[in-house]
């Protein structure tokens, strides 16, 4: 695992940028897998940037998401949909067929989410996968106990996460689904790269259980110590409960600029 602390979310975001921009100029038709929530909402915003004043090329790029709640249709205002075309692929050259975000409201939904899993394959795997982290340790929304070897499926949502995202449902925890469709921990571990983003001091003791603590599903995002490109950004407040913070700044500050986007 590489640990990456920067002062702040806006310089960490636009670290862990350069590094899809990388893979993506490298790879032209690079699949990345894609995350929700606030996390890593400067990052796509850095990524815009990136192809609105670099040329940042997504016409090729396919994309897949973590997850989606059940029951919500694709043009509800919370549903995962939505929020990706309105912060981010509707302000890239990104191709609306190469877009892939698990079916809320699939008939047989067992079906679609086998079917999620064979069009990661055919796209070639997932090159890196952007992930952020529960304040219960979940990665998409594989919640504490998940298997690490699941794949794409139905999970119900802790209570805890539940409350957590009560702020994308104007606080009301009454509209927040309960169940969802999720990447399993199995297709997470599959992509090439993980990336994950995590700032602010609720995300601390969630980061320093998921780099230094032990490998355990109660904590689903510890099982990025076994994958053999993961790399962690986090801002100062989400580092401060790790033992080498110190160790991690002298090995990213010691690196010249070019590996840094490695
Ligand atoms: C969302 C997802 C979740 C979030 C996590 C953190 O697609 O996969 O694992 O990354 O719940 O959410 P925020 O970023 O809102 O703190």
């Known amino acids: 695992m590489e640990i990456i602390i920067r002062e702040n979310r806006q310089v960490a975001s636009e670290a862990a940028a350069r590094v899809v921009a990388r893979i993506v100029r490298e790879k032209p038709n690079a699949v990345l897998g894609l995350a929700t929530g606030s996390t890593p909402l400067t990052l796509y915003k850095e990524l815009i940037r990136l192809h609105k004043e670099e040329g940042l090329d997504f016409s090729e790029v396919s994309t897949f998401n973590l997850d989606e709640y059940i029951g919500l249709e694709k043009e509800h205002p919370q549903s995962y949909h939505i929020f990706m075309w309105e912060n981010l692929f509707s302000q890239i050259n990104i191709k609306p ?114 780099v230094e603590g032990p490998v355990t599903a109660i904590m689903p995002a510890s099982i990025l110590q076994h994958h053999p490109n993961a790399k962690v950004f986090i801002d100062e407040p989400a580092a401060t409960k790790l033992q080498l913070a110190e160790y991690y700044r002298w090995v990213y500050d010691g690196k010249p600029e070019w590996q840094k986007d490695a």
């Open 97 to 210: 067929e190469n877009v892939h975000i698990p079916d809320g409201m699939a008939v047989d939904i067992p079906a679609s989410c086998a079917a999620y899993e064979r069009e990661i394959v055919a796209a070639g795997g997932i090159d890196v996968q952007v992930l952020g982290i529960g304040s219960d340790g979940h990665i998409g929304f594989n919640e504490p106990t998940s298997s690490f070897a699941s794949r794409t499926r139905i999970k119900t949502l802790t209570q805890q996460t539940v409350a957590d995202n009560a702020r994308f449902f104007e606080g009301n925890e009454a509209c927040v689904p309960h169940h969802c469709i999720t990447m399993g921990i199995g297709t997470i571990m599959d992509a090439r790269m993980n990336l994950m983003l995590a700032f602010g001091e609720g995300k601390a003791d969630g980061i320093a259980a998921t």
